[in-house]
């Protein structure tokens, strides 16, 4: 059975730091690329950022270069994504999703999801 795991959500001041992490079981994680997306209420689920299978390739929707980081440790099944210089903006629900496919944004492209984790920048 593939299930995927967000953990590292929280309440966290602007200009503070989180780190989410997705664990994958029921398939190896180097057969799919990973993306995090984000949904915020009453806006559509939009992708933040992915990384490719091997993690040599990497990509980033522009309100978040410079601050995130992904990850991948393809031994412990596990997607990282580190998030500096939080933005109130940057409040929604994240979600880690795998694809075939490196380097689509589009959500029909991600086969299986995770069930998300609350990430609120807040003073």
């Known amino acids: 059975q593939v299930q995927l795991v967000e953990s590292g959500g929280g309440l966290v001041q602007p200009g503070g730091s989180l780190r989410l992490s997705c664990v994958v079981s029921?398939?190896?994680?180097?057969?799919?690329?990973i993306g995090w997306f984000r949904q915020a209420p009453g806006k559509e689920r939009e992708g933040v950022s992915c990384i490719s299978r091997s993690g040599g390739s990497t990509l980033y929707v522009d309100s978040v270069k410079g601050r995130f980081t992904i990850s991948r440790d393809n031994a412990k099944n596990t997607v990282y994504l580190q998030m500096n210089s939080l933005k109130p903006e940057d409040t929604a629900v994240y979600y880690c999703?795998?694809?075939?496919?490196?380097?689509?944004?589009?959500?029909?492209?991600?086969?299986?999801w995770g069930q998300g984790t609350q990430v609120t920048v807040s003073s």
């Open positions: 029921g398939f190896t994680l180097d057969y799919y690329a």
């Open positions: 999703a795998t694809t075939p496919w490196f380097g689509s944004w589009s959500v029909e492209y991600y086969n299986y």
